[in-house]
């Protein structure tokens, strides 16, 4: 019997009990996403050691997954939905995967490229982040101004409106017009739905731009990134791409708590697996 598949976000990695990780193994078919590879081993000291001896001590199977990114260009090269992330596996052994995680590894060819492409892709990601958060301004000037309790109210409704894959597709219109990386054009909203890469992709960006832009209020971005505001947005764009494969997956195991109140709102049907809450039973 096939075992379902849960996809793996660094916070799940660091804060679950290695007995809890070790049983859902035993159930599930582990996924490990191309970002949580390039969390761990890109990781400052003493986190990075910490981090990866934590999942070598584990001593059990995951599936690498090909980049966020290659998804996004086969559906915008074929305008084809390219399914779930389970089905963009990476053809990687799975000793030389954990010969890579060693703390002590000098990477090889393949997870040098990796990183280094994933990082390219994240620089460029977070420059197109902060543009939609300043649109997000635009469409939604209410969640900057009034008070505490008008914008928290206005926040659930602009939550619940991107969550309605109706509503949504009138913002992906929009946003789709823009060129996509390399030139190529994101597909066209009357042919994609909840299942696409793309769609999921636009909708979790905006559910991030939308809390960041809460959390702002009438105080405006700066016009230049500093070191500080890059790494928030960096931070942002990690956990977006946790999100949107999770989502597309249908099962995801993470301990950020915006995560998996993302996740349920986007998923109802999904899978979330997570420490219950202190005071409820496990």
Request: with cysteine; charged share 25%; net charge negative.
């Amino acid at each position: 019997m096939v075992k379902p598949t849960v996809l793996l976000d660094k916070s799940y990695l660091q804060s679950a009990a290695s007995s809890a990780i070790r049983e859902l193994a035993a159930t599930h078919t582990l996924l490990m996403p191309c970002v949580l590879f390039y969390e761990m081993v890109s990781a400052d000291e003493p986190k990075r050691s910490s981090l990866l001896n934590k999942f070598l001590a584990l001593d059990v199977a995951v599936v690498p997954l090909k980049s966020l990114n290659v998804l996004l260009q086969i559906e915008m090269r074929s305008h084809r939905c390219c399914g779930r992330p389970s089905d963009h596996v990476e053809a990687v052994h799975q000793h030389t995967l954990l010969a890579a995680l060693a703390p002590e590894s000098n990477q090889e060819a393949w997870a040098a490229e990796m990183l280094a492409e994933q990082a390219e892709y994240l620089k460029s990601e977070v420059l197109r982040y902060r543009g939609i958060v300043d649109a997000v301004r635009r469409l939604f000037p209410q969640l900057t101004r009034g008070s505490d309790d008008a914008r928290r109210n206005s926040h659930e409704i602009a939550e619940e409106i991107v969550a309605t894959p109706a509503q949504m597709k009138t913002f992906y219109d929009s946003m789709a017009s823009a060129p996509g990386q390399g030139g190529l054009q994101a597909p066209p909203a009357e042919i994609v739905d909840e299942n696409w890469v793309s769609f999921r992709l636009m909708q979790v960006k905006l559910l991030f731009a939308m809390e960041l832009t809460h959390r702002l209020g009438a105080h405006d971005m700066p016009p230049e990134l500093g070191r500080k505001a890059f790494t928030e947005l960096e931070h942002d764009v990690l956990d977006q791409q946790y999100l949107i494969q999770g989502v597309l997956e249908g099962s995801l195991a993470t301990e950020e708590k915006k995560l998996q109140r993302w996740f349920r709102l986007l998923r109802p049907d999904g899978q979330l697996h997570c420490r219950p809450p202190v005071g409820l039973p496990a």
